[in-house]
């Protein structure tokens, strides 16, 4: 009964954090979780997809903002996208000739993202981490998500990163990977898999651009527009459908935030904990209810 | 009756139409996008000869191929020196414009014998468009946009395309519109065998979005709303591009046979009003 009591109390303190797909934006979620760990709010279990993978790592390795922050900066600059992938291209333009692999396709040369990528987290395995960690892609044959909750932790960020045409999908365990928020931006339906309770989600929309200023981007508005509506249906049919109580974080971002702004990288964190701040009443009010009356009452 | 995205596949909407024809169901509205509004338009103006139909929606499917535009295709690749088109397309649209608009001239939504809901995407935006007022024109034209292949259209100074990037199976409209028992035929994009050019590797990317688009859409307004949906999903066997005209007869065989399928759950639900009625009044 004592050991019960004591188990219920912990479980009663601690959610579980999803980080959609927002590039850089995700940075967000350090904020978030130092909020929540000031309130002694235990995450009992992080997802992440995309640039979330990332920051999901940084998160279930325990790193507190300031080791996260510089890792950040360290990472995730302008030159890890820099170098085209000429062979790629051209491979795109004479497929018979060059011999077209989508395993190697990426208009974006990936050697050093790789690189990045092995030099922050080694060998470091998913399994291994202190806090669970789930980092999602697609599978590119059959179009569906993939939970990755063991292996190493590099090739599993480098899946979730590999945004189509951009990087290269990524083999793994004879499955050809691409970037999770092709099937789920905000794979909050990981969590609730996995028996979540109370969810802290940071999602992201892609930004509409004003000026569509060329094929490419054209491109890319089109696949916005579709990511932003999976993100709007899966969201309404998971809190419909499921009992889990999903608190959203969406930080709000006075600054234009692109890809690489590397230099906002505090602010953005800064802006994800404001966000959470915002919510922490609530969310206490909702793990000590939850405790009070043992489950959410409907 | 709700007429999903699909291209080509879309005509299969004739088959799901002779069905009912068959078994006396009318229809009181229809929503549709993409290509699914040329078969939607040509019901709703009251259209009789289902395989007169069918030829003009073949005819209408050839003369959309415009041939390949290289001055779209080479300023893609030279954005920075040629300026971008906002109108891009890798087809020319200059003759299918033509043809739209000598067959749907003077035509408007207000004219037509049954309600005409059309779905679009505002580009910019990335919003849902419905069109069900003013030149039906505009609304084909805008909701046939499939993106990258034929260029956007602007209707009262927005960029329009085709609504199955917003909305692939738009249930919701026709729920907003009041109707209560839905047929929703719709499409899901078939994978690549084998992703071995570029061209594979975009289609599979947007299948697998559009699929999952669909999938969750779904999900949530059969589970969020009260109206009956009857899901009608075709099952082709094989991979249908949009220049596989000669596969029409079998599309739309398909189409029948998988209404003919949902035929027994939706007489019991046309029933079942009628049902409850004589059974109050004894």
């Known amino acids: 009964m004592g050991t019960n009591l004591a188990k219920s109390t912990s479980a009663q303190s601690s959610v579980s954090l999803v980080i959609g797909s927002g590039s850089v934006k995700c940075a967000a979620a350090i904020g978030v979780a130092s909020v929540l760990r000031e309130a002694g709010i235990r995450i009992e279990r992080v997802v992440g997809c995309s640039g979330g993978a990332l920051f999901a790592t940084l998160i279930a390795m325990g790193h507190d903002d300031a080791t996260a922050r510089d890792m950040t900066l360290r990472l995730w600059t302008q030159d890890i996208t820099a170098r085209r992938n000429n062979r790629a291209l051209l491979s795109a333009l004479a497929p018979k000739l060059m011999g077209f692999k989508a395993s190697r396709f990426g208009l974006r040369d990936d050697s050093l993202i790789n690189h990045r990528l092995q030099e922050a987290f080694g060998d470091a395995r998913i399994e291994d981490l202190q806090v669970p960690l789930h980092i999602t892609a697609t599978n590119f044959m059959d179009g569906e998500l993939v939970d990755l909750s063991r292996g190493p932790v590099t090739s599993a960020i480098r899946a979730s990163l590999a945004i189509p045409f951009a990087?290269?999908?990524?083999?793994?365990?004879?499955?050809?990977?691409?970037?999770?928020?092709?099937?789920?931006?905000?794979?909050?339906?990981?969590?609730?898999?996995?028996?979540?309770?109370?969810?802290?989600?940071?999602?992201?929309?892609?930004?509409?651009?004003?000026?569509?200023?060329?094929?490419?981007?054209?491109?890319?508005?089109?696949?916005?527009?579709?990511?932003?509506?999976?993100?709007?249906?899966?969201?309404?049919?998971?809190?419909?459908a499921h009992h889990a109580e999903v608190i959203t974080i969406i930080p709000e971002f006075k600054k234009r935030i692109r890809l690489f702004d590397t230099d906002k990288v505090p602010y953005i964190i800064d802006a994800g904990a404001q966000a959470a701040r915002e919510q922490i009443d609530y969310l206490r009010r909702l793990l000590d209810v939850d405790g009070a009356a043992g489950a959410r009452v409907q | 009756m709700v007429l999903g995205a699909g291209g080509l596949r879309c005509v299969s909407a004739f088959g799901a139409l002779s069905v009912l024809r068959r078994e006396g169901i009318e229809i009181d509205m229809i929503v549709a996008c993409s290509g699914g509004a040329a078969v939607g338009y040509w019901i709703a103006a009251g259209g009789t000869d289902i395989p007169e139909g069918i030829a003009r929606y073949t005819v209408g499917m050839e003369r959309s191929f415009g041939a390949f535009s290289y001055r779209q295709a080479v300023r893609a690749v030279f954005a920075r020196w040629l300026g971008h088109d906002p109108r891009f397309g890798l087809m020319k649209d200059r003759s299918f414009n033509a043809y739209m608009a000598a067959s749907l001239k003077g035509v408007r939504f207000e004219d037509l014998k049954i309600p005409l809901h059309c779905v679009?995407?505002?580009?910019?935006?990335?919003?849902?468009?419905?069109?069900?007022?003013?030149p039906v024109l505009d609304a084909m034209r805008a909701s046939l946009a499939i993106p990258l292949l034929l260029p956007p259209w602007?209707?009262?100074?927005?960029?329009?395309?085709?609504?199955?990037?917003?909305?692939?199976?738009?249930?919701?409209?026709?729920?907003?519109?009041?109707?209560?028992?839905?047929?929703?035929?719709?499409?899901?994009?078939?994978l690549q065998p084998a992703i071995d050019s570029g061209v594979a590797l975009v289609r599979q990317v947007l299948a697998v979005s559009a699929n999952h688009l669909m999938r969750a859409q779904f999900a949530f307004h059969s589970m969020a709303h009260h109206a009956e949906v009857i899901a009608v999903i075709p099952d082709f066997g094989q991979q249908v591009g949009l220049r596989d005209l000669h596969l029409i007869p079998h599309l739309v065989r398909q189409g029948e046979l998988a209404t003919e399928r949902e035929m027994p759950y939706l007489r019991k639900l046309l029933a079942a009003p009628a049902q409850a009625l004589t059974e109050a009044s004894t």
């Open chain 1, 167 to 240: 990087f290269a999908p990524v083999e793994l365990d004879g499955q050809l990977l691409v970037d999770g928020y092709v099937s789920d931006p905000l794979p909050i339906s990981v969590a609730i898999k996995h028996g979540a309770r109370v969810i802290v989600a940071v999602g992201f929309e892609s930004p509409m651009m004003e000026q569509i200023g060329s094929a490419g981007r054209f491109a890319m508005q089109l696949s916005s527009i579709m990511s932003n509506n999976l993100l709007r249906a899966r969201y309404a049919f998971n809190s419909v």
């Open chain 2, 120 to 134: 679009a995407a505002d580009l910019h935006l990335g919003e849902q468009v419905v069109l069900s007022r003013g």
């Open chain 2, 154 to 190: 602007e209707v009262e100074g927005r960029l329009l395309v085709d609504g199955g990037i917003c909305n692939p199976l738009p249930v919701d409209v026709a729920m907003r519109e009041g109707a209560d028992i839905i047929l929703a035929m719709g499409f899901e994009d078939p």
